[in-house]
């Protein structure tokens, strides 16, 4: 007996399971005349990668979590970007990276904070949500732990650029915490990618090398869960980007999540309220992307530009951007 | 010509501007049984203590940021409570200490996580909120800060108490990290408080000395903006005990504040929510204290008790207790 072919409505309905991915690699006064065209396509590419990274994962059935881990690391590698390889300077001459990671469905979550060695901190972040029974772990402590579950660590060398040098060299003179700062921006250099997968599970990571010229041991939002990082299935998935001690005092992630949970508002409407309302009561800068259930994205913004990449299987949307 | 007497109404009407304060002191498995009448006594006597302490200032007309202030230093300087003085030990035998603070009028907020020798976290939280530029100081980078700024240090065995090295070393024997452990319990320790002013304007202030036995500088919700501890005008100010990393995981303290923002629900039904069904989707056990800009108060929590104490002069409420 022959096996009937899949009937044709099936095959549809199997292939339209939404799945949805989008990635942000910081905001700020980012403008077309100060890009040179070859830079622009060299972020232009980086984002393409990364969110390719991410989107194999999702079409072959894979978590958003793990979606969302491969298109941070990618991000984290990357040195044109302020997480991982490519993270500003603090004052000290070091580097003192943040990471957070949450999946919607149980609402685990995972971050660390002030890590200055270890390769990929989203992944660290994700096996302190698996392993340590924790949520939040910093510094030292962070760093012994990894070294425990055998997380890859790299030479001081790995994560430094000249061009990162040059700012931490410039905001000194200038006595200044900067915003990984280059002559005529103030960037928001975080990474983040939010997605959803086939099984309708939501996942949202957040990393960042923070603010150049930074003392005290300062975190900002992006490992703070509710902050700059959060996810809940019944709600969307959301990452953020700007400044940091704004998104903390205005919980901006979770309060994207609470207007569609509580008001029944749209992932647009709730994450366009956030930034362009809700955050400007305390003066705040930044931007963020969302993913919703359905597979709906959103990447709003109160800067000249958020670098930005996004795809849905939902209404076949697919696109990088830079600019506003 | 003699000045007119002021009318009854209007002497009457400033007298009845409404002000509350409720404090914590943690929460847990705490029995009448597990508790001597002097332990209990001495437990009462340091509650009112620490209640008087801040309500002193909201009757004098002080703000409701410096009332939360002097409460939780009260609490910070009695041994019988894990922050400040009497603090638990890490694993390592050293104490790392976290607080945070935030008004409600401009949603300020300061915070420190893992800080050793801060005499009293909580004033260095709210330094850090009117003096850093930043939100949240972590570690050594804090302590530095702190001496910047002059805020008083004290040798390691100012917080040493005999109790809290006998927790360490049963913990120790167990390999476990343990909340605040007595032999017949398992306390959160916390302490915190929550204050409405003459102006209307609502504070909120949490600290902690965390988790016996603990590693890998975890960092639990109190000083997370959101999760243990929020303040907002529009709503109320919340502080939070319990075991943090559910408490992070739920944005305990926000989700009250939203649900009461965008519900429009009561204090006393947002607050019950979040502690009886939204914290139990993810097994998290503890509670909370918040008042409101009418000086309602309420204090919830999922435990056996919770050492509270609170009084409000809208209703003239005025109580301190222990058991549920």
Redesign the interface.
């Known amino acids: 007996m022959r096996t009937r072919p899949i009937p044709a409505t099936f095959t549809t309905h199997i292939m339209e399971k939404p799945i949805a991915l989008a990635l942000h690699g910081g905001c700020g006064t980012i403008l077309r005349q100060n890009l040179s065209a070859s830079e622009e396509a060299a972020y232009e590419a980086a984002l393409s990668e990364a969110l390719e990274a991410g989107w194999r994962h999702l079409e072959g059935g894979a978590s958003a979590l793990i979606a969302v881990e491969a298109t941070v690391r990618a991000l984290e590698d990357c040195p044109l970007f302020n997480a991982g390889r490519g993270s500003v300077f603090t004052a000290a001459g070091i580097h003192e990276m943040d990471a957070a990671i949450?999946e919607g469905l149980?609402?685990?979550?995972g971050a660390v904070?002030?890590v200055r060695q270890v390769r990929n901190p989203i992944s660290l972040a994700r096996t302190v949500m698996e392993h340590?029974?924790?949520?939040?772990?910093?510094?030292?402590?962070?760093e012994?732990?990894a070294r425990e579950q055998g997380i890859p660590f790299e030479e001081a060398d790995y994560f430094a650029t000249e061009a990162r040098w040059r700012q931490l060299v410039a905001a000194r003179g200038k006595a200044a915490?900067v915003m990984d700062h280059d002559p005529a921006e103030v960037k928001f250099g975080t990474v983040g990618a939010v997605a959803l997968d086939q099984e309708g599970n939501l996942a949202a990571a957040t990393s960042t090398g923070g603010l150049t010229n930074k003392?005290?041991?300062?975190?900002?939002d992006s490992p703070?869960?509710?902050?700059g990082t959060?996810a809940d299935n019944r709600s969307c998935a959301v990452s953020c980007t700007g400044y940091?001690?704004e998104f903390?005092?205005?919980?901006v992630a979770?309060?994207v999540a609470?207007?569609m949970e509580?008001?029944g508002e749209s992932l647009d409407i709730a994450a366009a309220h956030v930034i362009h309302e809700r955050l400007l009561?305390?003066n705040g800068s930044g931007g963020l992307i969302a993913v919703d259930g359905a597979g709906n994205i959103t990447l709003p913004f109160n800067t000249e530009g958020m670098y930005r990449a996004w795809r849905s299987n939902k209404d076949n949307s697919h696109g990088v951007a830079i600019f506003s």
């Open positions: 949450m149980h609402r685990r979550a904070a002030g340590s029974g924790f949520v939040l772990l910093c510094g030292e402590g962070a012994t732990f915490v003392r005290y041991g300062r975190i900002g703070i869960i509710g902050s959060y940091g001690e903390i005092r205005s919980t979770r309060d609470a207007r509580l008001l009561e305390v």
